[in-house]
């Protein structure tokens, strides 16, 4: 409607048949099996309830929180007003210390750029910084099919590699995993793993280190994601825990990023309120272990060789939509997924998408077209707990409200929803047709004989009585009561 | 004072009872009570579920039957805060300035029960009396949108022989969410079970809130299990005195804790 109303013609989605934006199955039915799973409803279960915690706790000690989240909000919102600007200032400083720029419009096109340096430089291998912009673009699957090995170095990234899952958290790709899974894992994949490991977390930590240390030594090509990327100065930034980002931002000759349009802030005084945002919210600690910063290149000292990858893949469509572009303001912290009820429960598989949880909800469907994931939008309660946590203060329920709508406008026949809607629509709106309309309501108490419950109900209703009963209609509505107390007895 | 009361679609149509509590206690703490015929629906189930566009003529509705009304009661976060937070906006969406206008005004006059008790009126002693183990749960929009806080809890904690227990992860969603439980049933029964698990460790005899939706839910899981428990609206405790209390209400817990 927006790109409508703003005379422009429809912009390009992220490409289909490429990277990881969409499932193969609905929502709803992902979820019927993953419910199932008893062993992922108490893996995450527990994994959310602790980091939910640990995030409360360090959020309280922030006496300004909801002023630093405001500004967050207000820089983001005022950063994407004058983006393109933005966007050239940053490849201006990124040329002039040295680095290469390359604009990606989609995937297919970010797959093409990386493959085609990774052969120029020839390499055979290359080792990855957890990154969401190139697990959204299928890169390793690229890079696989022009024979290039493509090496995760994130623990929790590294345990989904090497189990041939796929991720389904975006700061905890294996959430899903308890520690005896991981060890299994370990042991049947890693070659030379001690025999006897354990699941206690620092073997499993050791046992990770050894298996990777020889690959960082041996790599020359590195591929990562950013956090941030500070316009003014071309500088790229990466926030994390383990130290297995900054050997491969250090160690190979060539270094590529990968990092979508939304990811740039103007100043570094801009950084300084999404450096105390992101710990807190993501893994509840007041800072986290290693930022990583670089520009460009510096003679003699870490990569000789550095691109920047920009890309778009449907941002660009985000961007001209008023209402769902705060999507494009996310800083992927995951709280949102951390308190998610409906998360906690089906799991980050069923969003079919890299982005799951309610953030995925809301991005996944836009990156996409809202009609290649529109189960998505309707993926949850309204709850709003999500709103409540998010650092930049992204109204997340309202935008599902927002693409349902988008949805529903989409269709261009009438559908038995639509249809229903618009009679219910026309009844509520005429006093004299709703009241007829709940004397008609009344009438089903005859299906339940005299029983304070509703039988169980065909069509659409079955999913509300297959697991929870409906009352019998009382004989009279409210309005009935109050007319009949107040002498009128007209309905 | 002259109030309104705004029963909402569902407790009009499904559960009279709690606006007919709603009106006994306004009209017992003295303030005269109307009931604008016009009443239906405030349109949230329209916006939420994406046809925001039908909704548009259910919003209007809604501001014309109470254009004459000073002030508005209803017995429902979730549908006060669809009145605060989206009639205006779905009206300004379709073009219709003048209507979105009126819905922001009438939203200003439009205020959730037990908000409307402790902040307007200033009342958290409304002279109820409600002899039960009683767990609360503070439902989603009227604890996120509305930001009741505690005044739920104020009121219940003034009310006689009334013995409140606190809910294990009170702040967790039922699983209600309008048509999410239906399109998504099962992931909706799944928070549904682990709710109603909370309210039966309580073991309170009676859960209540302040949406008669979410009750609707969590009641309706509850009876299917043919669980002792039931759901009360807290318009219907707040109503209680002991005058209008008959024998059989007066009962123990059926496990004690
Ligand atoms: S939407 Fe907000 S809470 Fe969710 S990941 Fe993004 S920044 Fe974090």
Redo the contacts with the bound molecule.
């Keep these: 409607m927006t790109a409508v109303h703003l005379g422009m013609p429809t912009l390009p989605t992220a490409p289909r048949g490429v990277g990881h934006l969409r499932g193969t199955r609905s929502f709803p039915d992902e979820a019927r099996d993953s419910l199932r799973n008893g062993q992922l409803r108490a893996n995450l279960g527990h994994a959310t309830t602790t980091i939910r915690g640990k995030r409360a706790g360090v959020v309280a000690e922030l006496p300004d929180w909801e002023q630093l989240r405001q500004a967050g909000a207000a820089l983001k919102r005022a950063t994407m007003a004058r983006l393109d600007d933005h966007l050239e200032e940053l490849e201006r400083q990124v040329t002039a210390r040295g680095g290469t720029v390359h604009w990606a419009r989609d995937a297919n096109e970010a797959n093409e750029i990386v493959v085609r340096l990774a052969r120029e430089a020839g390499a055979r291998e290359v080792v990855k910084v957890k990154s969401m912009a190139t697990q959204e673009i299928g890169l390793n699957e690229a890079l696989e099919a022009a024979g290039i090995d493509a090496f995760e170095t994130d623990l929790a990234e590294l345990i989904v590699q090497l189990g041939e899952d796929k991720p389904s958290h975006?700061l905890v790709p294996a959430i899903h995993k308890n520690r005896s899974e991981v060890r299994e894992i370990f042991a049947r994949t890693m070659p030379d793993v001690d025999p006897d490991l354990t699941d206690d977390p620092r073997q499993l930590a050791m046992a990770a280190r050894a298996h990777l240390r020889e690959r960082f030594l041996r790599a020359t090509f590195a591929v990562s994601g950013a956090n941030f990327a500070v316009a003014e100065t071309g500088t790229l930034s990466v926030v994390e825990s383990e130290g297995n980002g900054r050997m491969c931002l250090t160690l190979p000759d060539t270094l590529v990023t990968v990092m979508g349009i939304e990811k740039l802030v103007p100043t570094w005084r801009d950084l300084e309120v999404f450096l105390q945002l992101l710990p807190r919210?993501?893994t509840g600690e007041r800072m986290n272990p290693y930022t990583s910063t670089w520009a460009g290149v510096t003679p003699g000292d870490g990569p000789q060789d550095f691109h920047l990858v920009l890309l778009d893949n449907g941002r660009t469509a985000v961007l001209a939509d008023e209402v769902g572009r705060e999507?494009l303001?996310?800083?992927?912290?995951?709280?949102?997924?951390n308190v998610c009820p409906v998360y906690e429960r089906a799991g980050g598989h069923a969003y079919g998408s890299v982005y799951p949880?309610?953030?995925g909800a809301i991005l996944s469907p836009q990156l996409t077209g809202v009609e290649d994931n529109a189960s998505l939008p309707y993926a949850s309660s309204l709850c709003g707990a999500?709103y409540d946590?998010?650092?930049?203060a992204?109204d997340?329920p309202s935008i599902l409200v927002h693409l349902r709508a988008e949805h529903v406008e989409a269709q261009t026949h009438p559908t038995a929803e639509s249809t229903a809607f618009a009679a219910l629509a026309r009844v509520m709106s005429r006093p004299r047709l709703w009241r007829a309309a709940q004397r008609a309501a009344g009438l089903g108490r005859f299906l339940s004989r005299g029983k304070p419950v509703l039988p169980r109900l065909p069509g659409p209703a079955a999913g509300w009585t297959r697991s929870r009963d409906l009352p019998t209609p009382p004989a009279e509505t409210f309005q009935q009561w109050w007319a009949k107390e107040n002498g009128g007895g007209r309905s | 004072m002259k109030v309104a009361v705004f029963a909402t679609c569902l407790v009009d149509t499904l559960t009279p009872q709690v606006g007919i509590a709603t009106v006994r206690l306004l009209q017992r703490l003295g303030h005269e009570v109307v009931v604008p015929p016009g009443q239906s629906c405030c349109g949230q189930m329209h916006v939420n579920t994406g046809y925001r566009r039908d909704a548009v003529s259910i919003v209007a509705n809604h501001v014309r039957a109470f254009a004459g009304s000073d002030v508005i009661v209803s017995p429902s976060g979730s549908c006060v805060a669809s009145i605060h937070h989206q009639q205006a906006q779905v009206a300004r969406r379709a073009g219709d300035t003048a209507l979105a206008e009126a819905a922001q005004e009438l939203a200003g006059r439009t205020y959730e029960l037990s908000q409307f008790l402790v902040d307007v009126l200033g009342v958290t002693d409304v002279g109820a009396s409600y002899p039960h183990r009683v767990t609360y749960h503070p439902t989603c929009h009227s604890l996120r949108l509305l930001r009741v806080g505690d005044r739920p809890l104020q009121l219940l904690r003034a009310v006689r022989g009334l013995d409140l227990v606190e809910l294990p992860g009170a702040e967790q969603c039922c699983g209600f969410g309008g048509t999410f439980a239906v399109k998504n049933a099962e992931t909706s029964t799944a928070m549904l079970t682990d709710k109603m698990a909370a309210v039966l460790s309580t073991h309170a005899e009676v859960c209540t809130a302040g949406d008669a939706s979410c009750l609707l839910h969590i009641g309706g899981g509850l009876t299917r299990l043919t669980s002792g428990t039931r759901t009360v609206h807290l318009a219907e405790i707040l109503a209680s005195t002991d005058g209008a209390r008959t024998a059989t209400q007066v009962t123990q817990p059926a496990v004690l804790a």
């Design positions: 975006i919210s993501s999507a303001n996310c800083i992927r912290c995951s709280a949102c997924l949880g309610p953030i999500c946590v998010c650092p930049v992204i997340i």
